[in-house]
T-cell receptor, first 111, second 113 residues
Framework: QKEVEQNSGPLSVPEGAIASLNCTYS??????FFWYRQYSGKSPELIMS??SNGDKEDGRFTAQLNKASQYVSLLIRDSQPSDSATYLC???????????WGAGTKLIIKP | NAGVTQTPKFQVLKTGQSMTLQCAQD?????MYWYRQDPGMGLRLIYY???????DKGEVPNGYNVSRLNKREFSLRLESAAPSQTSVYFC????????????FGQGTRLTVV
């Protein structure tokens, strides 16, 4: 079992709709979770971090964390074509305190 | 405002050749990292340097060596390149530990033939 799992996609969402991206992780005691966005041919950039159960909102982005179920999700409201990218989930390992990365979900927003 | 600068951007090596990937950051960050990214596998940590003067192995260190030359610079060396090392390599830095925001360089696309 991979330590951080994401559906590779592509996930196709109409412009203006809500895009929902999911991530599950295996380390039960992980405390820090991150969503990065990576445009094709570019480097990753941080969108959201979340550390507590529940929702965290930043503009059109909402991160959701459920530690009991070991999943973290990212919602993108009012999706725009510029949101088309690969979204990487990263979890801070409690063994060496380094990030463990999912393979990413490719998101396509259709105009 | 350069951030994290990697060189080169592209490189083709023959099997057995050696090369060094250079990375420099101008954000006064303490921690620096080298990752490789392969299709369908996400980012995998090769080596990291939590602070100047220290380096540690990550998930996939075999075939690589690193040097934290000073606080700004962190280089990655392939002593004898193998086709399995064909990948995109990213250098990153963060202010403190790995649970602070990581800033990435533009990447190096390496092909070993």
């Amino acid at each position: 079992q991979k330590e951080v799992e994401q559906n590779s996609g592509p996930l196709s969402v109409p412009e203006g709709a809500i895009a929902s991206l999911n991530c599950t992780y295996s380390d039960r005691v992980s405390q820090s979770f991150f969503w990065y966005r990576q445009y094709s041919g570019k480097s990753p950039e941080l969108i959201m971090s979340i550390y507590s159960n529940g929702d965290k909102e930043d503009g059109r982005f909402t991160a959701q964390l459920n530690k009991a179920s070991q999943y973290v999700s990212l919602l993108i409201r009012d999706s725009q074509p510029s949101d088309s990218a690969t979204y990487l989930c990263a979890v801070l390992s409690t063994s060496n305190y380094q990030l463990i990365w999912g393979a990413g979900t490719k998101l396509i927003i259709k105009p | 405002n350069a951030g994290v600068t990697q060189t080169p951007k592209f490189q083709v090596l023959k099997t057995g050749q050696s090369m060094t990937l250079q990375c420099a950051q101008d954000m006064n960050h303490n921690s620096m990292y080298w990752y490789r990214q392969d299709p369908g596998m996400g980012l995998r940590l090769i080596y990291y340097s939590a602070s100047e003067g220290t380096t540690d192995k990550g998930e996939v260190p075999n075939g690589y060596n690193v040097s934290r030359l000073n606080k700004r610079e962190f280089s990655l060396r392939l002593e004898s390149a193998a086709p399995s090392q064909t990948s995109v390599y990213f250098c990153a830095s963060s202010e403190l530990a790995a649970n602070t925001e990581a800033f990435f360089g533009q990447g190096t696309r390496l092909t070993v033939v």
